[in-house]
């Protein structure tokens, strides 16, 4: 299996913009995970979808961050507007039931709003 | 609300030595699962160990194991035969089955010296 597939690696944008995130979860998982690192605040879990359903969402931090997961092989994260301190490196992690079960991570995408 | 420490910031082990990295944890429950992660300097996170609260046998995969002692509620991760690629930050995480969460601890930085 490819793994879970993130893109982009990376992306630079200005203050503002708006900024898109995918991912794709490794076939067979039901569980989708987004979560955030920085130095400040290490690793934050985002939001949580299970069959495609968001479960949690407690962790995005504010109205400018969505997620979809329209099908179960894809998700979007999306900022808009984005700002300085979303500047970070988002994982997204994918489960076969749950969290409870090992989260396998995708690369990261590390993003950098000026 | 669960927390992970992981006391250690940063250690280093000669290669071919033994090291073991400390984890506390902070719960009122009794069903959980502890996990370790590695994240090497090309960021992808990647699962080294999972442990189920209920089992009494300590997780063990090839050169690491875990020494997990449940009512101290400290997951130690031992790492024998250190090699150069075992050079990572290693991240504590705590499963929490109500909260449907993982928590990470702040992460030890381990670098193994040739």
């Known amino acids: 299996d490819a793994g879970v597939i993130q893109s982009p690696r990376h992306e630079v944008t200005e203050m503002g913009q708006e900024v898109t995130l995918r991912c794709k979860p490794i076939?067979?998982?039901?569980?989708l995970f987004w979560y955030r690192q920085t130095m400040m605040r290490g690793l934050e879990l985002l939001i949580y979808f299970n069959n495609n359903v968001p479960i949690d969402d407690s962790g995005m931090p504010e109205d400018r961050f969505s997620a979809k997961m329209p099908n179960a092989s894809f998700s979007t994260l999306k900022i808009q507007p984005s700002e300085p301190r979303d500047s970070a490196v988002y994982f997204c992690a994918s489960s076969h039931s749950g969290g409870a079960d090992t989260q396998y991570f995708g690369p990261g995408t590390r993003l950098t709003v000026l | 609300a669960q927390t992970v420490t992981q006391s250690q910031p940063e250690m280093s082990v000669q290669e071919a030595e033994t090291v073991t990295l400390s984890c506390t944890y902070d719960t009122s429950e009794s069903n959980y699962y502890l996990f370790w992660y590695k994240q090497p300097p090309s960021r992808q996170m990647i699962l080294v160990i999972r442990?189920?609260?209920?089992?009494?046998q300590n997780a063990t995969e090839n050169r690491f194991s875990v020494n997990f002692q449940k009512a101290a509620k400290s997951f130690s991760l031992k790492i024998s035969d250190s090699q150069l690629g075992d050079t990572a930050m290693y991240f504590c995480a705590y499963y929490s089955g109500s909260a449907r969460q993982l928590t990470f601890g702040s992460g030890t930085q381990l670098t193994v010296l040739p």
């Open positions: 442990q189920e609260a209920y089992k009494q």
């Open positions: 076939s067979g998982h039901n569980s």
